[in-house]
C-alpha cells in the first residue's frame, strides 16, 4: 500500500509538472504527456481504492 501511495505522488507530481508547462509556456508536447500522467493516475487510484477497501475489511 505504501508502494502504490508513493507510485501516486509520482504521477501527481508528473501531472502538476506537465500541466504548468502546456498552460503557462503552450508546450503541446507536455500536454500529451500530462494527459499520460493522468490516466496513469486514474488507474493508480482505482487500484488504491480496491487495496483500501480490502484492508478495511479485515
Do not use: T, Y
Not at 8 to 22: C, P, S, V
Not at 34 to 54: H, I, N, W
Amino acid at each position: 500500500m505504501k508502494d502504490l501511495v508513493k507510485k501516486i505522488e509520482e504521477n501527481m507530481d508528473l501531472f502538476k509538472f506537465n500541466a504548468e508547462a502546456q498552460v503557462v509556456k503552450g508546450n503541446k508536447a507536455a500536454g500529451a504527456r500530462a494527459r499520460k500522467a493522468a490516466l496513469d493516475l486514474m488507474k493508480d487510484l482505482k487500484e488504491f481504492r480496491k487495496v483500501s477497501v480490502e484492508e478495511a475489511k479485515k
